[in-house]
């Protein structure tokens, strides 16, 4: 995969900051040991209070203190900036259109440090995502800032149609 260009992160679920440290920790290790270029923290407090930036601290600097890099999966728009002196990148999933307006202090950052999908997934974006649409959305999440964007049909299958997606992104 790396040969391709392919970053690996290795999944992590925090459980909203409430899985004990020590044994996420140990799964933060044992994946780097194992190769993995970063880790893909999901479940994650979104951050908008000082709750749990300590907790999250603590696991990125576990990550970067290997040389790795940190994907954190808030899942929603709205992100307390202490957010991004934790992720080197933030996943928002489906609501990217939203994280302009719910997170306006995003300006301040480049956009390959933010994240978010489009996909069919409980209809979670109101509508069908096809070739056509995966293309419109993608572009629409760039020019919002949005700098790390994919589409697909269900996360546990690549579309049929990702062939003829990257395709025409990428020309």
Known sequence: MREAGTQVFGYVATDYGRAELARVRDDIDEIIAAGADGIFLDETDSLTSKAKYGYYTMLAQAVRQQGRQLIVNAGVSKCGESIMGVADRVMVEHQWR?????????????????????????????????????????????????????ATDRYVRLADWLEPYVETLTH
């Open 98 to 150: 939203d994280l302009p307006s719910h997170s306006a202090w995003m300006a301040k950052y480049a956009p390959e440090r933010f994240m978010g999908v489009s996909s069919n997934e409980e209809n979670a974006m109101g509508y069908r995502v096809d070739l056509d649409r995966a293309v419109r959305d993608t572009r629409e999440a760039w020019r919002l800032g949005v700098g790390w964007h994919t």
